[in-house]
């Protein structure tokens, strides 16, 4: 969906669900955060964020994203999936995501292997790491967080630190 509007606040005026805009906090923090703001002029994040609200606030009973939250940081990530939570009482949201940070996020996923309808159901269900995370960098980070040392908890020698990379490369 492309802006059109010159101003976030015009863009918003063409909004065909007047109810949901008047009713979410969300929105009415972002207009008010960005409403007198020109399009050209916000980051591409702040553009996300106006593009999708826009899309929202269309009279449709489901809205279907691609990659919602590619190029954001955590803050603007955060406000997305406020915002999706948000709507997604009163209309249906579809994502297409490889973005794992935002799956938890989820009601239902419909996990896809080539092409095909591997899994479906609840994140919980669906999350085997087995199944969905067999690489060897995605258990070298499991083992850092059991171990402490991604999390700051743990202070390790640069020994220790060596003999964990060799034992996954090895």
């Given at each position: 969906?492309?802006?059109?509007?010159?101003?976030?606040?015009?863009?918003?005026?063409?909004?065909?669900?007047?109810?949901?805009?008047?009713?979410?906090?969300?929105?009415?923090?972002?207009?008010?955060?960005?409403?007198?703001?020109?399009?050209?002029?916000?980051?591409?994040?702040?553009?996300?964020?106006?593009?999708?609200?826009?899309?929202?606030?269309?009279?449709?009973?489901?809205?279907?994203?691609?990659?919602?939250?590619?190029?954001?940081?955590?803050?603007?990530?955060?406000?997305?999936?406020?915002?999706?939570?948000?709507?997604?009482?009163?209309?249906?949201?579809?994502?297409?995501?490889?973005?794992?940070?935002?799956?938890?996020?989820?009601?239902?996923?419909?996990?896809?292997?080539?092409?095909?309808?591997?899994?479906?159901?609840?994140p919980k269900e669906v999350l085997d790491e087995d199944f969905i995370f067999p690489l060897p960098i995605i258990?070298?980070?499991?083992?850092?967080?059991?171990?402490?040392?991604?999390?700051?908890?743990?202070?390790?020698?640069?020994?220790?630190?060596?003999?964990?990379?060799?034992?996954?490369?090895?």
């Amino acid at each position: 969906m492309y802006l059109v509007g010159p101003r976030v606040i015009d863009e918003f005026k063409k909004a065909k669900d007047k109810e949901m805009q008047a009713n979410s906090v969300f929105m009415k923090k972002i207009i008010d955060e960005l409403g007198d703001k020109r399009i050209l002029e916000l980051s591409e994040g702040q553009k996300r964020i106006v593009a999708i609200m826009s899309a929202i606030l269309q009279d449709a009973k489901i809205v279907i994203l691609d990659e919602p939250t590619v190029g954001l940081d955590r803050e603007y990530r955060q406000k997305m999936l406020s915002m999706l939570k948000e709507a997604s009482k009163e209309k249906i949201i579809i994502i297409t995501t490889n973005d794992l940070r935002i799956i938890n996020h989820a009601d239902t996923i419909i996990l896809l292997r080539e092409g095909k309808v591997a899994k479906i159901g609840p994140p919980k269900e669906v999350l085997d790491e087995d199944f969905i995370f067999p690489l060897p960098i995605i258990s070298f980070a499991r083992k850092m967080t059991e171990l402490g040392i991604n999390t700051n908890r743990k202070i390790v020698s640069k020994e220790e630190l060596e003999d964990l990379i060799r034992s996954f490369i090895c």
